[in-house]
């Protein structure tokens, strides 16, 4: 996956849950690119967010393509499930799955993107012998549970060494980043090398959706 301009996946686990057919429809015509769908299991995260069930409702009413974040123990034993249910982009924790090589080839042999996920404390060097098949590399910049969070600062030269594995391995992997994303960081993440922000209570918490999604698109 290449690109040349910022995509923006808004977050939904900071959406009204119980109008979330009407946030969906929202989303999809305000400028967004992608849908971010938060999956916590209250095991690998201290928090627990919505399971199948909900992702299967918004993929009917979804017209962008679903980006799934498992924040879960052991992915590869419901990456299929996530991946019937409707995801596109489906994303899986580099701590919380033993054999990472096997888990992406299962998503990428079912004909969706593979995502790695690095909490703040993961290095990107942990990547280096997965980087050539991977689809995204997800950069979290908070620790992973929460919306809402301030964004850890730190990030942006780690986000500069994820830039330069994917170049030096030619890896076509784009950099996502998750957590305190807002119109004051994004120009900078962009300079960083960040094709995707994903940003929750920034788009959510905004009355006019559309106003901040073109704020964090802003070269
Ligand atoms: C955090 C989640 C994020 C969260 C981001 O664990 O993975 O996707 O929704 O929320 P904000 O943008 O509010 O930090
Ligand atoms: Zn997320």
């Given at each position: 996956m290449k690109t040349q301009n910022i995509l923006v996946s808004p977050s939904?686990?900071?959406?009204?849950h119980a109008n979330i057919q009407t946030e969906i429809e929202k989303i999809n015509t305000c400028g967004a690119d992608w849908i971010h769908v938060d999956i916590m299991?209250?095991?690998?995260?201290?928090n627990m967010s919505f399971g199948l069930p909900i992702v299967k409702a918004v993929k009917k009413h979804a017209k962008l393509p679903l980006d799934v974040h498992l924040m879960m123990v052991n992915p590869q034993n419901y990456a299929q499930r996530y991946i019937d249910a409707g995801a596109d982009i489906l994303t899986i924790h580099y701590e919380a799955e033993n054999h990472l090589h096997r888990a992406v080839w299962q998503i990428k042999n079912a004909g969706v993107k593979a995502g790695v996920a690095l909490n703040?404390?993961?290095?990107?060097?942990?990547?280096e012998e997965i980087i050539q098949d991977l689809d995204l590399v997800l950069i979290m910049t908070?620790?992973?549970?929460?919306?809402g969070q301030k964004f850890i600062e730190n990030s942006y030269s780690k986000i500069m060494r994820c830039k330069d594995l994917i170049l030096k391995r030619n890896s076509s992997a784009l950099i996502e980043v998750d957590g305190g994303v807002d119109n004051l960081n994004a120009k900078q993440l962009a300079d960083a090398g960040v094709d995707v922000l994903v940003a929750g209570s920034y788009v959510f918490g905004a009355k006019d959706y559309a106003e901040n999604v073109k704020l964090l698109k802003v070269k």
């Open positions: 939904i686990l900071s959406a009204d299991d209250g095991v690998f995260v201290p703040p404390a993961t290095p990107i060097s942990l990547l908070v620790n992973p549970g929460f919306g």
